[in-house]
C-alpha cells in the first residue's frame, strides 16, 4: 500500500494578525491622504486669492459679464487710507490685537532675493497670512512698472484667461477691473477686483487690492 505523503503549512496566529493588521493601517493611511486632497481642493476652490493689481486690462465694453453696477463702481470706499495704515503696521510687525504674535513659517533666500512668509491665528477672525519678498539690484520703481505693465504681464501670467477694465481711477485712486482666472484641476473663476496705489516717499509705493465681487 501506497504511502500517502501530506504536507501541512502551518501559519501562527500571531503572523495572520500582523498581517492584517498591515492591511488595515495601509487602508487607514490611504483614506487619509484620500480626505486631506479632497480638503486640499475645496479650501483652494472657496479662498479668494489675492491677485495683484499689474494684470494687463483690456478696455472692453462687452455685456457678457458679471460686473457690478455703475452705483457700486462708484463706491470707491471699499479701499480707504485706513487700509494702508493696516497694512503699514502689519509690515511693521505690529498687530491691532495685542494677545496677537507673528509666526513664522518658512524663510528662504539667494544670492538675487528673499522670502519670507508668517501667520497669525486670532481667536474671532480669519487666519492672517504675511509673506515679504526682497528683490537684490532692483528698485522700488522698476518692480512696481514690472507689476503694472498691462500688456507684459500677459506673457507670463499663465492663469489669466481674460479681463476688462470696468473703472478707470477716479479722484480717489481706486481702479476696479475684471479678471478670469484658471486653476488646476478646477473650473475657471470670475473675480471683480479693486486696487489702489499710493506713492509715500521716493521710490516707496504701496497697493492694495480686494476682492469686490466673484463668481
Given at each position: 500500500m501506497a504511502e500517502e505523503k501530506l504536507e501541512w503549512e502551518v501559519t501562527s496566529p500571531e503572523s495572520r494578525i500582523a498581517g492584517e493588521s498591515l492591511i488595515y493601517?495601509?487602508?487607514?493611511?490611504?483614506?487619509?491622504?484620500?480626505c486631506r486632497f479632497i480638503t486640499a481642493l475645496r479650501k483652494l476652490y472657496f479662498s479668494n486669492p489675492r491677485i495683484a493689481p499689474g494684470h494687463p486690462i483690456r478696455r472692453s465694453s462687452s455685456n457678457n459679464t458679471a460686473s457690478p453696477s455703475s452705483q457700486q463702481l462708484g463706491n470707491s470706499s471699499i479701499i480707504s487710507d485706513s487700509d494702508l495704515r493696516t497694512l503699514i503696521n502689519n509690515l511693521d510687525g505690529r498687530l491691532t490685537d495685542g494677545t496677537e504674535k507673528w509666526e513664522n513659517v518658512i524663510e528662504k533666500s539667494n544670492s538675487r532675493l528673499s522670502y519670507s512668509a508668517k501667520c497669525c491665528k486670532p481667536k474671532d477672525s480669519p487666519l492672517k497670512y504675511m509673506s515679504v519678498t526682497v528683490f537684490e539690484d532692483c528698485s522700488a520703481?522698476?518692480?512696481?512698472?514690472f507689476y503694472m505693465d498691462n500688456s507684459y504681464r500677459e506673457q507670463w501670467d499663465n492663469t489669466l484667461i481674460e479681463?476688462?477694465?470696468?473703472?478707470?481711477?477716479?479722484?480717489?485712486?481706486?481702479?476696479i477691473g475684471r479678471l478670469v482666472k484658471k486653476f488646476p484641476l478646477l473650473t475657471a473663476r470670475e473675480y471683480v477686483l479693486a486696487w489702489k496705489l499710493w506713492e509715500k516717499?521716493?521710490?516707496?509705493?504701496?497697493?492694495i487690492s480686494k476682492v469686490f465681487a466673484e463668481s
Amino acid at each position: 500500500m501506497a504511502e500517502e505523503k501530506l504536507e501541512w503549512e502551518v501559519t501562527s496566529p500571531e503572523s495572520r494578525i500582523a498581517g492584517e493588521s498591515l492591511i488595515y493601517t495601509a487602508g487607514v493611511v490611504l483614506f487619509i491622504l484620500i480626505c486631506r486632497f479632497i480638503t486640499a481642493l475645496r479650501k483652494l476652490y472657496f479662498s479668494n486669492p489675492r491677485i495683484a493689481p499689474g494684470h494687463p486690462i483690456r478696455r472692453s465694453s462687452s455685456n457678457n459679464t458679471a460686473s457690478p453696477s455703475s452705483q457700486q463702481l462708484g463706491n470707491s470706499s471699499i479701499i480707504s487710507d485706513s487700509d494702508l495704515r493696516t497694512l503699514i503696521n502689519n509690515l511693521d510687525g505690529r498687530l491691532t490685537d495685542g494677545t496677537e504674535k507673528w509666526e513664522n513659517v518658512i524663510e528662504k533666500s539667494n544670492s538675487r532675493l528673499s522670502y519670507s512668509a508668517k501667520c497669525c491665528k486670532p481667536k474671532d477672525s480669519p487666519l492672517k497670512y504675511m509673506s515679504v519678498t526682497v528683490f537684490e539690484d532692483c528698485s522700488a520703481q522698476l518692480l512696481k512698472d514690472f507689476y503694472m505693465d498691462n500688456s507684459y504681464r500677459e506673457q507670463w501670467d499663465n492663469t489669466l484667461i481674460e479681463q476688462n477694465l470696468l473703472q478707470a481711477g477716479d479722484r480717489d485712486g481706486v481702479e476696479i477691473g475684471r479678471l478670469v482666472k484658471k486653476f488646476p484641476l478646477l473650473t475657471a473663476r470670475e473675480y471683480v477686483l479693486a486696487w489702489k496705489l499710493w506713492e509715500k516717499e521716493e521710490d516707496t509705493y504701496y497697493c492694495i487690492s480686494k476682492v469686490f465681487a466673484e463668481s
